[in-house]
């Protein structure tokens, strides 16, 4: 089976049988699932939402999971069918929990966004102090989670701390 | 000049994005939640302009920009594509199929406002 691993920012999406892994600390993998067509896909998104010259796009939730569902589609699966995997939003950092901070505020995000644009949740892991690494089977739709200690857990800040690239919004063509 | 734009998405939280950027702007926006309803809607709602998806559960982006483009009262009405397809192959097929644009998302509001006056600008011309 093809292994492929996503960091902040990534999405991948198979309708062949694949195993996409990724490392979380406060970001939010969603695992997305046709079990129709057997097509799946993950993302893995840093924050809600930003704005211009805040980094990649799918650094940001609303794009990360609008880009996931539209790769889906793109490969034969049905948005009406979809069914959710929720990880991450762990607090990971050495400052006070608040109901305000980014694990939160990820958390909130992406249980509303999937309550409104009608995806049905089927198992959730969020939240807690530990990272956590993901992985998903594209085709049976299976997740494995396990939580990490402190090596882990370094490799983890090394990561969301990594700076911004400079890519922010789509390109404008007119015919 | 306020305008009526028809917008298609299937995700209920872009088209309320959209809507919030045209509405700034004084346009009333009218949503459909793929492009069978935009299709329907169409006929009641006479858009100066349409915003469609592509990737979309009832009729794609693309059949719609077709479908439109045979109905003659949407012959020359501007037609911009916004998705998160950002590869020239599709981007060809959206000109052919008769778009006006292409942009990718995600959009910026301000430059959406911008594209969306220079299009009906063009139209009115």
């Known amino acids: 089976m093809k292994e492929v691993t996503i960091y902040i920012g ?25 079990p129709g067509k057997r097509i799946g896909g993950m993302n893995h998104f840093m924050l809600p939402a930003g704005a211009a010259g805040d980094g990649e796009r799918t650094r940001f939730g609303v794009h990360a999971m609008d880009c996931l569902i539209g790769a889906i589609q793109k490969l034969g699966g ?52 530990h990272p956590r690494h993901v992985h998903f089977q594209t085709s049976s739709g299976r997740a494995f989670v396990k939580r990490v200690g402190t090596r882990e857990h370094v490799r983890v800040l090394t990561e969301q701390a990594r700076p911004a690239t400079t890519v922010s919004y789509g390109d404008v063509v007119l015919f | 000049m306020p305008s009526t734009i028809l917008i298609a998405d299937d995700s209920s939280t872009l088209r309320r994005m959209v809507r919030t950027a045209l509405e700034a702007a004084h346009h009333k926006v009218v949503e459909a939640p793929d492009g069978r309803a935009a299709l329907d809607k169409s006929a009641s709602v006479a858009a100066d302009l349409v915003i469609t998806d592509v990737n979309m559960p009832e009729m794609d982006g693309l059949t719609l920009v077709r479908e439109l483009r045979a109905v003659p009262a949407y012959r020359f009405t501007p037609i911009l594509v916004l998705t998160t397809e950002d ?27 911008q594209t969306v006056a220079f299009v009906l600008g063009r139209k009115r011309a």
């Not at chain 2, 192959?89 to 959009?107: D, H, I, S, Y």
């Open chain 1, 78 to 129: 049905d948005r009406r069918r979809l069914v959710a995997k929720v990880f991450g939003g762990a607090h990971v950092l050495a400052i006070r929990e608040s109901s305000a901070g980014v694990p939160q505020q990820n958390i909130e995000f992406i249980r509303d966004f999937l309550r409104e644009e009608g995806l049905r949740v089927i198992s959730e892991d969020v939240g807690g102090y």
């Open chain 1, 10 to 34: 990534g999405v991948h999406a198979s309708s062949e049988p694949a195993l996409v892994k990724t490392l979380l600390g406060s970001c939010i993998a969603v695992c997305l699932h046709d």
């Open chain 2, 87 to 113: 590869g020239e192959e599709m981007k060809q097929r959206g000109r052919e199929a008769g778009a006006t644009g292409w942009l990718v998302k995600p959009f910026d509001a301000e430059r959406l406002r």
